[in-house]
């Protein structure tokens, strides 16, 4: 079975030496002291590798179960479950007026990291649950947040988003589900919604559904949806559950992986719903929702990576497979531990520079939401909301890519399910596919957020890695800032690609988007690695006690330069053929 | 449920355009006429199509069983089987002496494309038996040959490898399984073999396993290792079944795919064993088999990356989301095919400009087989062993990766099992791992074969890209030969790199040893498309009744060129960047 360490080691080396947060003057950072982040981490930790990490490869063998209409979830996930609500981990991130800890966005992230690499389908529950209280929290009127949202601050109601049915995907303007306006204000909702994560399931009192509906005689397209609150049981006045509502589950889905989760059809019939937000203006209620997880998905493809690294490397060092080329190692065992084969290390090292690099780059991106929304930072919105597809699609394909390379290690005992890996590469796969799918991100990135505000955000970035390079391009770190500079060239001259051509031939832009969302992802890890190199310098110059770690990171550094940014010369390239390349070819000669 | 077509045109294509098989002198390659291979073609293309085709999602779904000692494999498979036996086809490629048809390896490898894409899991059992069979063929008495052979080239028995025991997987040097020499001349063979494929099952009267063992007292480590043949049931002298033999299944693995074939524990208890080949040679004896298998594995990668395209393409054909941005293409529908979408077309041009080039590689390696083998054409030899560990690498590597690009396509949908895109990267993935995992492939390539017969084989490879470059060059070819000119270059220049350092420092060119595999794969098939280039501009120029068909191949070879072959220049400097990025970190920094 697969084993789960937290690394808090390495997040209180990104929150204090990287990001130093404690000196930031975001409402809430100055609390983030060393010792305080710790406390929790280690807490969270705790909880993560003892409790939640034995239940994964349970919550996939065994999976959820559709009996009379009752879903059931896994042998021991509603003890675990009370076990993270008791520790008020639901709430570690949410207002102190419902409940919750009041902390910054980013604690949440560095936990949130923690529980889903131990178990990501049991982590969802909480996770779909904090969405759909942002978006009560932001959206609701003071009646509904005093309803909903201590209830689902404590988790002791879960929450849900409901966008997708059969026909209606990425294009939600198709959808068909319907709200009717009931004299009292609330709606009835009718209509089928699929891939429901978490639908429904026996952790909670109650299920607290978001459903985006058309309300009749609304305009057609994207432009007639609305959001709607559809609570599984009715709560009455005095805050008790009352009748089952008109929502029932349909099926559940047979999925590649995430089996400890519910994934329901889920079907309203003549449902009661209340309108959350303006009418007609579900979509941008449902972004709240979406923004946040999608990082929180991206920071999943981080987090499966992180696990299905460390039991790659315990099993690198132990399994003892032939001899190291530059002789024996290990001369008294029958052979090396295959750690000491170049290959072995060449795929190790892919993970750990990606999982690293990608860890400081997520929670940089929560630090940039804090400040947007505690600090009111325009600015700061603008960066994150442009690097959010990022985030979400190059942590998720590099997340999987690392889950399979870490498999890759334990050689046909990787493709058994004995070993626990299989289910870190199935699960980890969906996060490239759900809350948009990466081409979809890709989209968002080339299409809408790159040009938004005039070109302003990008713009702001770029010059934030010149000027990254040029106070620090000096002795040693310069082998550091020089390939940074190479790729953050790349980048530029893809976007001044796009700029001459996009306007003309809008697929000379789409047809590079993939590669663009990727391209910005190594320069963004490509940053951070170049800012742990600055803070690991430091600190061996001024004689730190924990050589080894800063020298690790050093190491680490050096390896994502020489061998993963390079990577920014073929993106360009495959950008620059534009979209000859990718439209030539008629429809019927697929 | 997905769908299967046998892409006989393409393979076609390949076999007479770009090949010109009937025309060579290889011994049985002139009855190869178009017709000919047309209607064998077209014939397995139907079995595959209509009997192997639809059992695979039944395969998945149900698994093998074991009870009680005995092995069931899934609900019709027997029935298929024995279709595939009646054509003759496990012996397509075999010698007339014991049954088969006598034709080339070529053909037996077209035809394992087709039964491969159309069900993986169930084309093993007849695959392992081809290895099998091959071994004796080579190694094998004239007694053991009219033993077992004609049996074998039927499939009335069926055969298997074993090879790993559980704390040997890739150092087989460390083998225990023994066997002790009987007056008679047998052995006895005592031991436990791991992850052996079809190593039990009801579909066949008699499994005859290869087992690598040592006999006692023999040398230590891979010298003192020998190959046995142990029937499941004895074999009496007239050809009957006598007693069960010492051999039994402990259990079945649970994988993550190929789930319907059966993935055994195998327990030899002083089981009767007959020695193949000559004692402490059996590694020789084995590699017969494992070359073959190779490439056998490198065939099922391309086949199941052409299965999912082909439901890819299927699905982006039928699924109507938003609409093209250059305006709506189905205006009467509610949205626009997906496959409008650029970055749908780059998904899909990826696995296409993948799948071709590859195909081509894979008949070109099977063509330089026979000359090999029917020709004794020693250069021919020395070619395909350099390119055995790429066609087995590169293919199983981009084939899964296309299987995961065709899974993407389908959204959501592509993650349940109900759309069968999972199985596909589920079966897949193996092909990464099995006959020696991708990293070992890369080790075999750098470590051994390059400087093969001093480095004349690959220099040959070299002066083929660089003669057809200069005698195909000019005018429209120019696009196809000027980038192949500058990947092989890239190839050369790593070439360079690992001469100038390997010898001094071992690890420098191991670090780069998967970066050159992937590096030579991509020349490979830049090669390929850029012969495939020539034929379809002659074709086009000569007035073709296929101007569509030539057309399509012109603008994949042109999407190839753009953006999947510039890859080489991020290998090369990966590769160039050396042992320092690699090995830099002590074993306990991991």
């Not at 982040?37 to 239940?55: K, R, S």
């Not at 980890?428 to 890709?442: C, D, F, H, L, S």
């Not at 031939?505 to 320069?523: K, R």
Request: charged share 20%.
């Amino acid at each position: 079975m697969p084993s789960y360490t937290a690394p808090t080691k390495d997040i209180q080396y990104v929150l204090h030496e990287v990001l130093n947060v404690s000196g930031s003057d975001i409402p809430g950072y100055s609390d983030l002291e060393p010792e305080f982040t710790e406390a929790i981490l280690e807490a969270a930790g705790q909880l993560a590798a003892e409790v939640i990490a034995p239940l994964n490869p349970v919550g996939d063998k065994e999976g959820c179960t559709l009996q009379n209409g009752v879903v059931s979830t896994p042998k021991g996930f509603r003890e675990a479950f009370e076990q993270v609500k008791e520790g008020g981990w639901p709430g570690l991130d949410m207002p102190e007026d419902f409940g919750g800890q009041g902390m910054p966005y980013l604690m949440g992230t560095a936990v949130g990291e923690m529980f889903s690499a131990a178990g990501q389908a049991f982590t969802m529950y909480q996770g779909l649950t904090h969405g759909a209280a942002s978006a009560i929290l932001v959206h609701g009127t003071d009646q509904q947040k005093a309803t909903y949202l201590p209830r689902m601050v404590s988790c002791d109601w879960t929450g849900t988003m409901n966008l997708t049915e059969p026909h209606s995907g990425t294009d939600l303007g198709l959808m068909r589900t319907k709200a009717e306006p009931q004299a009292d204000g609330s709606y009835r909702i009718s209509g089928q919604k699929i891939f429901i994560s978490a639908g429904d399931h026996d952790l909670s009192e109650n299920v607290i559904h978001l459903v985006l509906a058309r309300i009749a005689g609304g305009p057609e397209g994207i432009k007639g949806v609305s959001l709607f609150i559809v609570p599984k049981f009715m709560v009455n006045e005095d805050g008790s559950l009352g009748a089952r509502n008109g929502v029932s589950v349909g099926s559940l889905e047979e999925k590649m992986g995430i089996h400890g989760n519910a994934t329901c059809v889920m079907n309203y019939d003549e449902a009661t719903g209340y309108l959350l937000g303006a009418e007609h203006k579900g979509m941008r209620a449902m972004f709240t929702m979406m923004n946040e997880a999608r990082l929180g998905v991206g920071m999943q493809g981080l987090a499966q990576a992180e696990a299905a690294y460390q039991n790659a490397v315990a099993y690198a060092k132990e399994r003892l497979q032939g001899r190291a080329v530059t002789g024996a190692e290990n001369p008294d065992g029958p052979a090396d531990p295959i750690i000491v084969h170049p290959d072995i290390r060449r795929n190790l090292m892919d993970q750990k520079s990606f999982i690293e690099g990608a860890r400081a780059f997520m929670l940089w991106g929560a630090q940039l939401i804090d400040q947007s929304h505690r600090a009111g930072d325009a600015e700061a919105e603008g960066l994150i909301s442009l690097m959010t597809p990022v985030l979400k699609g190059f942590l998720t394909d590099k997340g999987f890519e690392a889950t399979v390379n870490a498999q890759q290690v334990f050689g046909g005992h990787g493709y058994i399910e004995e070993w626990g890996m299989s289910q870190f590469v199935r699960d980890a796969r969906i996060t490239q596919i759900y809350e948009g799918a990466n081409g979809v991100q890709a989209l968002d990135l080339v299409g809408r957020k790159l040009a938004q505000d005039g070109g302003k955000h990008v713009m702001a970035f770029f010059e934030m890695v010149k000027s990254f390079c040029k106070e620090n391009g000096e002795g040693e770190m310069a082998a550091f800032t020089d390939p940074l500079k190479t790729a953050s060239k790349d980048l530029q001259s893809a976007g001044m690609f796009f700029m001459q051509h996009g306007m003309k031939t809008p697929n000379a832009a789409l047809s590079g988007s993939y590669d663009f969302m990727h391209l910005f992802g190594y320069v963004c890890l490509g940053l951070m690695w170049a800012r742990m190199a600055k803070v690991s310098l430091a600190a061996l110059a001024n004689g730190t006690g924990e050589r080894a770690f800063h020298e690790a990171k050093l190491a680490t550094a050096r390896y994502y330069m020489a061998r993963q940014l390079p990577m920014t010369g073929t993106l360009l390239k495959r950008i620059e053929s534009g979209a000859d390349p990718v439209m030539a070819l008629p429809v019927e000669a697929f």
